[in-house]
Each structure stands twice: as C-alpha cells, then as structure tokens.
C-alpha cells in the first residue's frame, strides 16, 4: 500500500511489484484471487498512464477541437481505469468489477484513437492528428531494439542483489537494452516507416492488446496473464518482483533480516535502461542528424516524448566544444 502511495506514476505497478518483493522474499505464494485482481490492475493502470502520457506529453500543439475532445476522453478514461483499480482492492467478486468500466475504458480509448485492430488510428481522432505530426519525419535511424524479457531477470536480480549503484545505471554485458512498448512488441513484427511513427504505433498496439487482454479476463487462468508479473527468491535472503508498466519492465527487491524486518530495498525503472548513457535514446540520438536549433530540439522532444521517462526533462541543444 505504501508503495502505490508513494509513487505519483504508476502506482498499481510498483504496488504489486513491492507485494510479490515481499512474498518472494517471505517464501509465501500470491494466491489466486490476488493474482487475478493485480493483473486488472496492472491492465487498466498501464491502458490509461499510456493514453494520458501520448497526449499530455506531446510536446507540439494539436488543433483546440481536438484537445478539448481528447481532455473529454481522458477523464472517461481515467474514471474506467479507476474503477477497475477500486473493485480490485474492494475484493468484489471475481470479473463482477471489470466488465463495465472495461467497456467505457475501450470507448474512451477509441475515441482516442486506438483502432479496433491492427492499423492507424481513425481520421478526427487525437492520436490521428499526433501521427500526422510524425509520420514524414524521418531525421532518426529506425533500429531494432534489444528487449529486456523475463529471461533475464536472474542476471538482472544477481546485478541488483550484489552492486549498490546498478539500480541507476543498470547494464547486460555486450548489450543495449530496452523495454517499455517498442520492445515488448519487436518479436511481433514492428510496422515499417519512419521511426518516430513506428514507436508511436507501437504504444498505440500496445493498449490495444491490453484492452482485449482486459475484456477477455473472465475466460482466463489467472496464469494467462503471467507475462504482466513475476519473480521469485534472489540468492542471498530476498525475493524480488518483476511487473510489466507502461513504461517497461519494472524490478523491486527486498531482504528479509533475521528478525522478521525488511533489511535491503531496492527499485530498477524502466527509465533507468531506456535513458542509460549508453542506452536505446542515446543510441538513437548518436546515430542520428538531429540538425540545430529549435527544429533539433523540437525533434528530440518528441523522441523523448515517446521513449516516455517517468520524470520530467527539459531539451537543450548546444554546439560541442571544437566540433
């Protein structure tokens, strides 16, 4: 609970990621009812964070109709989203609290913009006008990410488990690592175009998976859903839990000492991977002519924007030193 109350961004996700830390850790399991009400949680969270990030945080101005339309729908989003979240703490009986907020989610999503299936979303729509923005921009190099998976959380727990500074600059060896929607989505087949679109695509796909996950909740085993969380013991006296945000993957590690306290704690953000020195956004900016001024800064923004960090950030170009 302190978890979820702590953190202003995703708070469901590092509330789940604390309780199966603390579980794993403890050597006790995440029953059945949990498991199911954490993953319409996790769903409803990660739909919404990512619909209210791709508009909020467009650094270019989109047309007054459209904004107020798309203020509109965030709201119905965020009430669908929040009433998921609340029937899961209030352990109501098992779907009875999804099915209803889950269908004003979807019609709030797709007045958006999200389309019905693979594809751009709908002319008129908020999302339509932002992909206008994009999708001739072609200044950034397309590259295929390398994606953080649950097949490496035990290198990544051994890391955390044992360097005290590895949690703010996490690294896998001979690897550029990234996480978040664009990577989640590269084993799929990523769209072809110009790079900025494709990102953007990405997360659009990204919550329409999530919204037909969501819907389809009731005809699953709580284990369907198993790629949004994870974990397990870490090798000293410790568990950690692993969750799958809308901005990535997400670690959370605690040590149990022998008297029953929490005796380590350590959190591993998606940010940390995705804006590393030498990770996916730096790469990308290095391997790209960004041009001068305020047309580079503005491009850089929307980079930024789509890589999508949990904390604020501010772009400034300057010329380097005897360049």
Not at 41 to 49: D, T
Not at 193 to 205: D, K, S, T
Not at 289 to 295: P, Q
Request: net charge neutral; proline share 6%.
């Amino acid at each position: 609970m302190l978890a979820g109350q702590v953190f202003s961004l995703c708070g469901v996700a590092q509330s789940v990621a604390a309780r199966l830390a603390v579980l794993n850790a403890a050597d006790l399991p995440m029953r059945g009812e949990e498991r199911f009400a954490a993953t319409a949680k996790l769903l409803a969270e990660r739909i919404f964070e990512t619909l209210r990030a791709l508009i909020l945080h467009w650094p270019l101005p989109l047309p007054a109709a459209i904004v107020a339309l798309a203020g509109k729908y965030l709201r119905e989003a965020l009430a669908a989203s929040q009433a998921i979240i609340a029937g899961a703490k209030a352990k109501i009986a098992k779907c009875a609290f999804v099915a209803e907020p889950a269908a004003r989610l979807s019609a709030a999503a797709a007045a958006l913009g999200i389309p019905d299936g693979e594809g751009q979303p709908p002319r008129d729509t908020a999302y339509a006008a932002i992909l206008g923005n994009i999708d001739r921009d072609r200044i950034f190099v397309s590259r295929r990410p390398n994606p953080l998976t649950v097949a490496d959380d035990a290198e990544v727990i051994a890391h955390l488990s044992r360097e005290a500074g590895y949690a703010s600059l996490p690294y896998l060896a001979g690897r550029v690592v990234e996480t978040g929607a664009y990577a989640r989505l590269s084993s799929a087949g990523m769209p072809e175009g110009p790079h900025l679109a494709e990102r953007f695509l990405a997360r659009i796909n990204d919550v329409r998976l999530c919204l037909q996950q969501l819907s389809n909740l009731d005809q699953q085993d709580t284990d369907a859903c198993s790629s949004l969380m994870g974990g397990g013991p870490t090798p000293g006296a410790g568990g950690y839990g692993a969750v799958e945000c809308a901005r990535g993957r997400l670690y959370h590690l605690a040590e149990i000492g022998m008297d029953g306290h929490l005796c380590a704690y350590r959190i591993l953000a998606p940010t940390e991977w995705n804006f590393h020195p030498a990770g996916p956004f730096v790469e990308t900016l290095l391997s790209s002519r960004i041009g001068v001024g305020e047309s580079a800064a503005r491009s850089v923004s929307r980079l930024a924007t789509l890589f999508d960090p949990c904390v604020a950030f501010e772009i400034g170009v300057r010329e380097a030193a005897y360049a």
